[in-house]
T-cell receptor, first 117, second 114 residues
Framework: AQKITQTQPGMFVQEKEAVTLDCTYD???????LFWYKQPSSGEMIFLIY??????QNATEGRYSLNFQKARKSANLVISASQLGDSAMYFC??????????????FGRGTQLTVWP | DAGVTQSPTHLIKTRGQQVTLRCSPK?????VSWYQQALGQGPQFIFQ???????QRGNFPDRFSGHQFPNYSSELNVNALLLGDSALYLC?????????????FGEGSRLTVL
């Protein structure tokens, strides 16, 4: 079974500083994908970054980077130069990479990030 | 290019009633998945539709059913509503042929059962 663990219910960071949101996972699938989504109060889940289990390099998307440590089964999200608009709930998610599993994500419980001026 | 659209955005029902939620996928997407997100929780997978058939299903009772139409839009139906069905229902679409299969989510339908 797939399991995602986010141990930080809430995180606070000052504007322009970097912050790391933790995520650990458990799976028996040999190939899998890891995702981070941002959910503002409007409810929409906004895709941030993706890391495939066989990718050699850590994924980066603008101010977002994913610190992937396969042996430790961790996939932490790093947000550099935080902005006030980054305040939201952040979810880590995982899926197997078989074709029929597309769309079936397993989510953690989320981390509420608050950026203060 | 319109993203994933869902309707209605908010609705209130009473126990025992039935509800239908609707979803139009992102243009070019052929797969639709539904998720239930209870307050303070991460989304939970309900089911996925591809080529008008239910392809995968999560751990939800038969009261939850769905449909996908030839234009790839989808409906989620919930019968005999319970208080515990109160949640945000998210629709996500994806392209079966895409390499990473990124999911695009709508803003959700917030259901309150009284």
């Amino acid at each position: 079974a797939q399991k995602i663990t986010q141990t930080q219910p809430g995180m606070f960071v000052q504007e322009k500083e970097a912050v790391t949101l933790d995520c650990t996972y458990d799976t028996s699938d040999p190939s899998y994908g890891l995702f981070w989504y941002k959910q503002p109060s409007s409810g929409e889940m906004i895709f941030l970054i993706y890391q495939g289990s066989y990718d050699q390099q850590n994924a980066t998307e603008g101010r977002y980077s994913l610190n992937f440590q396969k042996a430790r089964k961790s996939a932490n999200l790093v947000i550099s130069a935080s902005q006030l608009g980054d305040s939201a709930m952040y979810f880590c998610a995982m899926r197997g990479e078989g074709g029929s599993t597309l769309g079936r994500l397993y989510f953690g419980r989320g981390t509420q990030l608050t950026v203060w001026p | 290019d319109a993203g994933v659209t869902q309707s209605p955005t908010h609705l209130i029902k009473t126990r025992g009633q039935q509800v239908t939620l609707r979803c139009s996928p992102k243009s070019g997407h052929d797969t639709v998945s539904w998720y239930q997100q209870a307050l303070g929780q991460g989304p939970q997978f309900i089911f996925q539709y591809y080529e008008e058939e239910e392809r995968q299903r999560g751990n939800f009772p038969d009261r939850f059913s769905g449909h996908q139409f030839p234009n790839y839009s989808s409906e989620l139906n919930v019968n005999a509503l319970l208080l515990g069905d109160s949640a945000l229902y998210l629709c996500a679409s994806s392209d079966e042929g895409a390499s990473t299969g990124e999911l695009f989510f709508g803003e959700g339908s917030r259901l309150t059962v009284l």
